[in-house]
């Protein structure tokens, strides 16, 4: 029992495979990019040479910095995201649950903004505390948005808030993206996930050209190697959680694989898609977005639910 | 070291140190990322933060003013890190080599491992000099 606890967590739904699959749609991200702008693009195994070379550079500990906070915040990052994709890999892959998945996914997403909240205002770099700073006002702004379309399938699958009721209510009366109240919540979690991923044009902490990375400035090897790492994870994590709680989950019996691959292989896209054809919007403006038209078209999707729609 | 210099040698993050340069090299440096060259293939990324890199591209006038601010960006980056000197000015000291204000060795504040001279250099002289760089980090 335990050595197939340990299995999910660290070989099969958890860290290896959403770590290497995070890294190989890293590279589809990076291509698609370039095909964007009409170049050519990195070649397939680049985010493992990144990765490995990062591993191997010396790791810079800032004077100013506080140290232990430093180290830890990247790794305790590595660690929710694994047990997020741990939690929601084995709802999806072996139909299983466990008492409130939603929620404990729902706190794990945000434990997340706050270790890059803390690694960025722990580096004592100027630079980094703006994006820690932001980091913060986005988290306040997603947020709301993000938890109003979570009670949509929690509404629509009876009062379910376990992730694998949750799969087998869609299995049975198809998914509920079908739905009117589904479309609406699928579609501002799009924008929520894009703005958790700090992808564009919600990539306001980390804004390259203005404040270089933000709360990642100041980190080099290993501890960065992690945070990029990070990134990659979640284009796993969230268009898996979008699957599970709009789009019915994976059938893997025949054509059902092929679905399953094009499901996700869909949702990346259309993230990559906005990514490549945005521009950075200022903070003010993200907040305002999600707060004044957001949440509220969330909110009208969750009373439709209600009303069964 | 084998190994892990073949995976250094296909991901070279490049960080732009531009120490008082007449910014045609480094415009030079910014041709390399669009799509007639895209070094990106090569896996090759300008990053924006000095602890990301791991290759130093230093344009501009060598100067007593410039060299200790150079110094001190090199030795924020974390090793192992490649200089790259970019222009004829790092490399020669082009019309300004008789100055007053010419540091005389520049190797005694950073170790300089390839010179790409040119005024500006190409951008295929460039890539020329990452192959190069490449192919002795592959032995």
């Known amino acids: ?309 | 070291m084998g190994w892990y210099n073949k995976r250094l040698a296909k991901s070279l993050w490049v960080f732009h140190v531009s120490g008082s340069p007449c910014n045609n090299c480094d415009i030079e440096i910014l041709d390399l990322l669009t799509p007639r060259y895209d070094i990106e293939r090569l896996g090759i990324k300008l990053v924006g933060s000095v602890r990301h890199a791991d290759v130093l591209l230093v344009t501009g006038v060598f100067n007593k003013k410039i060299a200790p601010k150079i110094k001190k960006i090199y030795e924020q980056a974390p090793k192992p890190i490649f200089v790259v000197a970019i222009g004829t000015c790092v490399s020669g000291g082009c019309c300004f080599k008789d100055s007053y204000n010419m540091v005389e060795k520049r190797e005694e504040f950073i170790p300089i491992d390839m010179y790409v001279p040119g005024c500006p250099p190409k951008p295929e002289a460039m890539i020329e000099a990452v192959a190069k760089l490449v192919g002795v980090l592959n032995g």
Request: one cysteine or more.
């Open chain 1, 1 to 309: 029992m335990i050595a197939w606890i340990l299995f999910h967590l660290f070989v099969f739904p958890g860290m290896l495979f959403t770590g290497i699959l995070g890294l190989l749609i890293g590279w589809f991200d990076r291509k698609l990019s370039a095909r964007f702008q009409f170049r050519k693009g990195p070649p397939l195994f680049q985010n493992f040479n990144d990765f490995f070379k990062l591993l191997g550079k010396e790791t810079i500990i800032v004077k100013e910095a506080v140290k232990s906070v430093f180290i830890i915040a990247p790794l305790a990052a590595f660690a929710v995201l694994t047990l997020i994709s741990t939690i929601i890999g084995l709802a999806l892959f072996y139909q299983r649950g466990f008492g409130g998945d939603i929620i404990v996914v729902m706190y794990l997403t945000m434990t997340f903004s706050v270790m890059v909240i803390l690694g960025g205002s722990a580096t004592g770099n100027v630079f980094s505390s703006i994006g820690a700073g932001r980091e913060m006002k986005l988290l306040l702004a997603d947020e709301l948005a993000f938890i109003i379309i979570l009670l949509v399938p929690i509404i629509k699958s009876g009062y379910q808030i376990r992730f694998d009721q949750i799969i087998a209510v869609q299995q049975a009366s198809g998914p509920f993206i079908g739905s009117a109240s589904g479309i609406i919540a699928f579609i501002i979690g799009m924008l929520c996930i894009q703005a958790k991923m700090t992808l564009a044009p919600f990539h306001i902490p980390e804004a390259e050209t203005e404040i270089v990375e933000g709360p990642f400035m100041e980190y080099s090897g290993p501890l960065l190697a992690f945070w990029k790492l990070n990134h990659y994870m979640m284009y796993v994590i969230f268009p898996f959680l979008l699957i599970l709680l709009f789009w019915g989950g994976f059938q893997f019996q025949g054509i059902g694989i092929l679905w399953a691959v094009l499901k996700y292989v869909l949702i990346v896209t259309v993230m990559i898609i906005i990514k490549n054809t945005n521009p950075r919007i200022r903070i003010d403006t993200a907040l305002n977005f999600f707060w004044r038209y957001a949440s509220p078209v969330a909110f009208i999707g969750v009373i439709l639910a209600v009303l069964g729609v």
